[in-house]
Structures are given as structure tokens and as C-alpha cells.
């Protein structure tokens, strides 16, 4: 079973910065694209920002110039770098691996981040 673990989420003032990381074992990591997502209660989840396995990135409109994602296949760990934080940025963080298949598809337990104003 492959698992994600996510960590750096916390309370952060408006203007601030965060960076959140993911984990995972296996030598799969590599081969995935790797993403975050965030949700708020009662709200559909969304996406934040994507790299691909070679290396292309792909954000959210709303986090364009503000947020950078990056992936270390050695260390089989993806980042979000989050600066000029909001607070409609608050939200629960979702970590996400997506293979080829309709099954490679897994999720982090989610890490909430909190942005007072």
C-alpha cells in the first residue's frame, strides 16, 4: 500500500510564508506526477499545482506567482512553497501521486493550513 506523508502546515499570518512537504517510500514516487490539492469544509476539492514526472508544472490561477512546487525523486519528496500567503488560502493540503492507471492514484491524510489575517 503506498502511503503519503505530509507535514509543514500550521498557522502563518497573512503576507507570510509556508512550505509544505510530502513523502512517500517506493521507487514509484519518480514515475508519478505528483500534486497539492486543498479543500475547504463544505467546498469541492481543488487543485493547487501539479509537476510531472519530467518536470513540468501546472497552478491554480489563484496561487499563479505566489507558489512553487518542486519534487527530489532522490529523496522521494514533493514540496509546496507558499509565499504572500492569504487568507483565503486556508484550507486542508492535499498531497496526491497519479500513475497511468486509474488506480495508481493516492492521497495524503491532508495538513491543514491556516492564514489569520
Do not use: H
Amino acid at each position: 500500500q503506498v502511503q503519503l506523508v505530509e507535514s509543514g502546515g500550521g498557522l502563518v499570518q497573512s503576507g507570510g510564508s509556508q512550505r509544505l512537504s510530502c513523502s512517500s517510500s517506493g521507487s514509484f514516487f519518480r514515475l508519478y506526477t505528483l500534486g497539492w490539492y486543498r479543500q475547504v469544509l463544505g467546498k469541492q476539492r481543488e487543485l493547487v499545482a501539479t509537476v510531472s514526472k519530467s518536470g513540468t508544472t501546472v497552478y491554480a490561477d489563484s496561487v499563479k506567482g505566489r507558489f512553487t512546487i518542486s519534487r527530489d525523486n532522490a529523496k522521494n519528496t514533493v514540496y509546496l512553497q507558499m509565499n504572500s500567503l492569504k487568507p483565503d488560502d486556508t484550507a486542508v493540503y492535499y498531497c496526491n501521486a497519479r500513475g497511468i492507471t486509474a488506480t495508481q492514484d493516492y492521497w495524503g491524510q491532508g495538513t491543514q493550513v491556516t492564514v489569520s489575517s
